[in-house]
């Protein structure tokens, strides 16, 4: 009888846990199903536009080769033609951005495309994707090298930097576009395999070479968002070993080494702008569950011996999204106005945690913001090709 009673309390549990994984999944659609037909609408007119379209003569790297400047970088009031100082939070409008820029019009293009032909099954929405995939990873007059050696460069200083890898969150949309849109009729196997090498070639790069490898080990955020992307790019070319590696990184890593006790990430916190940061890091740590979880390997209800997970992380920051005069810190350096919007975490997380108030508050914020920094700092603009 206590066999029985204890399998039936097990298949109870299994069942919730089942219903709380995809608890708003359903609304979460319906509510953004005008959004994303409207900007399907607009992708659908888009011409191409890749790293070849614009070019810096700051730039020691070739026409196909991404290139960026470091934000926090400004010229030296002491020495104005000398190399460039650091002010840490603080955004230089100057430096060039361009190829950044390209590539989130590229993720949100092809997040439209995606999503709207997850809603629709319509395959015009692949054609026109196809033809903003091919121009980026196809066609040698205009695709990016699979590299990102000269991103986030430095005046004076350095040709490229490790953090200038955090740009490329915005390729996380393109691959899980492709996943979503792969099996179309459209989609040719001859593309659809360069374009998949494309993606093989850049993780080789990202875990081989000395900015790579850099950025892997940061403690910070900016290794987190390493491991998110390569995570995502893995799941496109379904590479297991990696998909293996970045779970173990994430539960002997990111969750002991970066979150404190209460759910904190103290190395954000410490930030002059730690708002913002402590979100950023932890949209990339649910978006890491997100991806990488598996029936046998579930990283949303993993724990750490000294009970860090990330229901912890969740539960730290969520009072502070709801009621954002809670704070305790100081405001942001700068864009503390312009934070919180619908973050994934809340989304993600009301929706396998069946958390209804994180889903209110995901719905009540800003579902499409427009102000460039925080775009900037949102990969995950598209969730119904995450689901």
């Known amino acids: 009888m206590k066999r029985q009673l204890g399998t039936m309390l097990l298949f109870v549990a299994t069942i919730n846990i089942s219903f709380a994984q995809n608890t708003f999944k359903t609304q979460a659609t319906a509510i953004l199903k005008a959004q994303v037909l ?117 005046k004076g200083l350095y040709a490229g930097r490790s953090w200038g890898i955090i740009d490329s969150i915005h390729l996380m949309e393109v691959a899980q576009g492709i996943i979503v849109m792969e099996k179309a009729k459209s989609f040719d196997k001859a593309n659809l395999a360069t374009i998949k090498k494309w993606f093989t070639d850049y993780i080789l790069w990202l875990n081989t070479s000395k900015n790579g490898i850099a950025e892997k080990n940061a403690k910070n955020n900016h290794g987190t968002t390493w491991a998110m992307q390569v995570a995502s790019f893995a799941k496109l070319v379904n590479d297991q070993p990696i998909l293996d590696t970045l779970r173990l990184r994430y539960k002997n890593v990111f969750l002991p080494n970066q979150m404190a006790a209460d759910g904190g990430f103290p190395l954000e916190l410490a930030r002059t702008k730690p708002y913002g940061y402590s979100i950023f890091n932890l949209d990339a740590m649910v978006m890491l569950c997100q991806i990488l979880s598996t029936p046998k390997d579930n990283l949303w209800t993993y724990q750490t011996p000294d009970g860090k997970s990330i ?77």
Request: hydrophobic share 40%; proline share 8%; no cysteine.
């Open 311 to 387: 229901r912890k992380g969740l539960d730290y920051l969520y009072p502070y999204i709801a009621d954002k005069s809670k704070w305790t810190l100081k405001p942001d350096v700068m864009f503390w106005e312009n934070w919180p919007v619908a973050q994934p975490f809340l989304l993600f997380g009301a929706n396998y945690f069946g958390e209804k108030n994180w889903f209110n508050t995901w719905k009540s914020l800003d579902l499409k913001p427009t102000n460039e920094e925080v775009i900037r700092n949102l990969p995950i603009r598209h969730p119904i090709i995450w689901f």
């Open 38 to 154: 409207k900007e399907a609408v607009w992708a659908m007119q888009q011409k191409t536009v890749t790293v070849t379209t614009e070019s810096s003569p700051r730039s020691t790297g070739g026409k196909h080769d991404f290139f960026s400047e470091g934000d926090y970088w400004w010229p030296n009031p002491a020495n104005p033609n000398g190399p460039y100082v650091t002010r840490d939070g603080e955004t230089n409008p100057d430096n060039f951005v361009a190829h950044r820029y390209a590539m989130i019009r590229f993720s949100e293009i092809i997040g439209a495309l995606a999503s709207a032909y997850k809603i629709t099954g319509d395959e015009k929405y692949v054609k026109q994707a196809i033809v903003h995939l091919k121009a980026w990873f196809v066609d040698p007059s205009t695709l990016m090298n699979p590299n990102l050696a000269y991103a986030q460069a430095v």
